[in-house]
Structure formats: C-alpha cells, structure tokens
C-alpha cells in the first residue's frame, strides 16, 4: 500500500508538469495508477469508478460568476467578495481540479454572509461555503475537504427534482399575503417593519433547515468518499475530510438544541395567540408586537405551506448525520488508504491567511453584521444603529447584507427619511438583495396600494420576472384595482405549472389572504 | 534595595507570566476523543520518524479519552490499560470547536430561496 501514496505523489508530480510532458515521460504512473486500483470493481476507490481512469491532466476550469443559479443566490442571500479570500479558495479548487484524469467540470467558489456550518454547490459549478463554516476551518487541508466534497457534487452531477424550488415558491407566497394580510394596517412604519421583519423570520426558518434540494443518503455519501480521493490527490492529509467531519458533528449539536428551544417557544407563542384570539373582538387583527419573532415565523410556516414540515422529515431520513458520515468515511480511508505515508497537516497557509488584518477584520464584520441582525430582531434600536454603521464603515461594509442591516436598524430607529434614501439606492444597485426589494415594496405600500402596486412592477422588471414574485403582483393589481392586470398575471402564473405557486396566485387572486 | 526590589518583582511577574501562559494553553489545547469510528481501531508505533501499524486496540479505553499527544501526520496518542498508544486520527471522534452560529435575526437571506443545486456539506440550523 505504500506504493499507492508514491502513485499519488507521482500523479501530482505529473499533473504539475502537465499532460503533454506526462506522455512524452510516461512518468511511471500508468502502472501505480493500475496499483491504486485495488481489489474488486465494487471496492475500487469511487474516483475511479466515477471518473475515467487516467492520470491528472494539470487542467483547471474556473466560471465567470454568471448565471440563473448563480444570480439566484446572489439575490437571496449575497456574496461576501473578498479578493485574497476568493483567490486563495479558487487557488486550492485549481489545485483539486488539476487532479482530475479527465477535463474538470468548470467550477467556482463563492462566501456567503452567513453565520451557518454550511456549505453548497450548484449543478453548474458554483460553490457556495457560509462565512460561519469557513472561519471555523483550522487547516487548508480542512478547507480542501470540504472543497472537494462540494466539487464531489458537481463532478457526480447531483442535480436535484424541483420539489424545493415549487415548495418555496410556494412558501414564498403563502408567507408574505399571510403576513400583509394579518397585520394589514395602515403603512406606519413600525407596521412595516414588522411585518417584514416576521416575514423574514418565516424565511429564515425555512430556509436554514437544510431544505437544500433533495439528496439521497448514497450521494452524499458518494460526495465523501470522491472527496476522500481528491483531497489525497491534491496531497493534503485525509485529516483534513475527518476534522470537517467531527466539526460538522459539533455543529450539529448546536443546530439540534436550537431545534428544541424553537419548539419551545413556538408551544409558548401559539398558546398566546390562543389566549389573545380569544380576547379580542370580533373582525380586529391581532397586534403586531407578538411576544416572539422566532416563534411566529414557525407558526407561519405552518398556515403557509403544510407540506413543509413532511418533507422536513424525509429530509431528515435521507441524510445521515456527521458522526454516520464519519464512520464510513474511516472505513473507506481504512480499505484504501490505511498505509499512506501521509503528509502532515499543512496548516499555516490558512492560519496566517485567516489571522491577516484586513481578513480577521472582514471575518469579524460579517459576524457582526449577524450579531447586530439579531439585536434587531429584539428590538434594541439604539445600539443595533450604532453598530450597524459601524459595521457600514468597516471591513465587511461593502457587503450587500451591511447595507441591509444598516437599512433595518435606521427604519427600526425612525430615521424615516435616511431609511427611506437607503431603500431607494438599494433596490437601483446592482448587488441588490431580494429583501431590500421587499422591503421597499412594502414600504411604499404603506404609502398607498398604486405606490405599492408601482415599486413592485420594478422590482419584477428589474430581478427578471421572477415566478416567486407572481402572488404579491397578483395581490397588489388586484389592490390597485387593476383586474385586467392581474387576470394576466394569474394565467402566467398557471401556466408555469407549478402547484404550490399556482394555489397561491389564485388564493391572491380570490383576496384569501 | 530598590533595584533589587526591581529585579524580584520582575522575575514574579515572569514566572506568573509563563504559568498563566502553560494553563492557558494546556486548557484550550486538551483534546478527547469522544469516540471510535471503527470496530477495531489500529494502533501504530513509531519506527524512526514513521508509524507503523502494530495492530488494533484489544479494548477500547473508557469515554472520553483524553488525547495525551498529536502528531501532525494524523496520529494522536491516547491511554489505555496497556499503557499510551498511537491511534490514527481518522478513526477517532474528537470534539472540534465549529464557531458557527444559528442566527435568530434575519439578515440577507430572502423569502424565495430556489436553489437549482445540490446539496452541501453540512447543514443548516434544524
């Protein structure tokens, strides 16, 4: 087995040199890579039964950011650009991709502001990694795991059904009438803020559960275990894959007793409501300030899509968790690879990287923008606008979500006017997120239904039409008394075929919520 | 006097100085394996500057173990009734910080989340 690390060496000493001088040398490889191919079809190293054999072709393939799925993303939750970040991450996807026997599936790799231990890629080719599971990372070889894990993917071509995107869609809708219809009061701005503020928080919930498309089991076990051979093909240390690992499992735990303190306040949120419905008189709406955000996203989620909840748990079923994840990944490392002459970890490309001022700092502002989002949702005014402009002036300031942040905390502060200024710049930039769109529609839906039904219309124009918008125009033409508008709106929306969506347009439609 | 008063108090600071480093240390670098990864985990010795497997652990210690040594090539040293003894770190379960969080505040992301992809490493909060 010693002579499978020699042909690994050997094959990146190959895919340094680059194809052409490979066949001209030889290199000695074709026969290691005949060695590196042990045992029976069935226990072959997946690398070799997924990709054509051969020896590294030295070729990288980088994307140019571009793209549905890309501006997708880029829409809902923005990209943390950093550029020695973004270099570093692209150079060590070069450096996976150079191992590859066979021309590598274009690929890029973008940070998100988000505080999650998450990671994922798109069939495209794009690579998605939360900025919270990027600082956690302690060694390169960790970060080319997780790399090669979510390359694993595009390379396996794990594309997904559409039932997320419907349910989504779907859920888009329902969330947002539900929530204009339930606190349907006169466009005060607190008004407004909340009820976006609960909108936001419904999506938060769904949308990190992990309702990422649909896997099986098999393929993300898959993902592991070509992730396995890419990392040790690229010469970094199979500790990388199990640290990412026995990390993903610490995470989880932190993720599962969040479970249990939203379903708690969620019990206690309902019982509430309960108490509250039964006080009030009849045909008045419930009070905006309820006692808890988090909570009431929860129960939104429930009005607004039922089906939500049930494929939570398939999900659940399909997915094993880190530590499951761990023992196979040993058991592959232990079959293949258990005599590698491993190299030691490298560590201080990424350390000294992650410790640079200008990193730390960038690292340090898009936690702080999480940390100030949530002082937000507790409403502590004064303090969240301090550090939200503090936040704007800093490292991370460029981001779209600061300037998100910074919109929030002024509205929240009655700073209508500079709030209002926000707004409009954010919904004209390029990098605009969707919730800035949002935000401003319901803004200016405060001000009257034509305002609403106007800021809208841009926003369709300007994010490209987008099939999750179709409920809230149909909503607002209809508002806005414009029937034959809407009439239109409602078929296109029928027409794409979607059933989550098209119950929405018609629940719009019929004023329903 | 005082220059000696100097140098004594100097040489106190030092030595608290180097103790609060050593705990300080010894606390955030103790590592535990929490668990096994597979049934019967080998055990290596070094030979030179390699290690060598010299077979499994007949019984595994109680949980958790404390890690006594780590070596960067992946092996961490841990105690069992035979004594201290290489396992590899593949095969273990250690108890790694993820400093991520599961915000309760909303901050970019947005109410039409579609993602025509895959899957990713790691998941969301539950």
Known sequence: MMKVWSALASLRACSIMGAALFVLS??????????????????????????????????????DGTGEDFYTVRLQMGVAKHPDLDKYLNDLLGKVQATLPTSPAPARIYITPEPTFTAFGQASGNIFIAHGMLSSLESEDEVVALIAHEYAHVLMEHYSTDIISDLSGGLYGGATLYMMARHNQKGRMDDTLVRQALVNEAVLEFSSTGLMPSLSREQESQADRLGMDLLLRAGYSPVGMTALLDRMHTWEGISNSRKVERAERLSAFQAAE??????????????????????????????????????????????????DRGREIAAYQDQFYADLDRPPLTVKPWLALKEKRHVKAFFEGMQEINDVAELLSGQSGK???????????????????????????????????????????????????????????MYQLGESATKGREAAEASYDRLGSPQSMLPLMIKLYMR??????????LLSCIKIGKPDLSAECHKAYKGIV | MNKMRVVLFGRLVLIAGIMLAGGSSYAEDRQEVLGFKIQNPKIYTINGDRFIRSGTLSALPPLPAPVLAEDSRGYVQIQTNEGPVW???VQVLLKLSAGAKCP???VTVSTDRMNAGVRGAGEGCK
Request: glycine letters at 6%; aromatic letters at 4%; hydrophobic letters at 40%.
């Open chain 1, 26 to 63: 030889g290199c000695q490889t074709q026969d290691s890579m005949r060695e590196l191919i042990a045992g029976s079809a069935e226990q072959k190293p997946l690398l070799h039964r997924k990709i054509a054999e051969g020896p590294a072709l030295g070729q990288v393939a980088s994307l």
């Open chain 1, 383 to 441: 303090e969240a606008l301090a550090r939200a402009r503090k936040v704007k002036a800093g490292a991370a300031g460029h981001l779209p979500s600061a300037r998100n942040l910074l919109t929030r905390a002024e509205m929240q502060a009655g700073n209508r006017d500079t709030a209002t200024a926000l707004m409009r710049a954010a919904v004209q930039s390029e990098d605009s997120l969707w919730q800035e769109h949002e935000r401003y529609i």
């Open chain 2, 87 to 89: 396992v590899d770190r």
């Open chain 1, 274 to 323: 309960g108490e509250e419905a039964t006080k009030r008189p009849e045909g008045t709406a419930a009070s905006p300030q309820i006692p808890s955000f988090s909570a009431a996203f929860a129960a939104m989620l429930d009005h607004a899509s039922q089906g939500v909840q049930a494929l939570k748990a398939e999900l659940s079923k399909k997915h094993d968790d880190a530590a």
């Open chain 2, 104 to 106: 309760t505040g909303s």
């Open chain 1, 480 to 489: 806005d008394n414009r029937i034959i508008q809407a009439d239109m709106f």
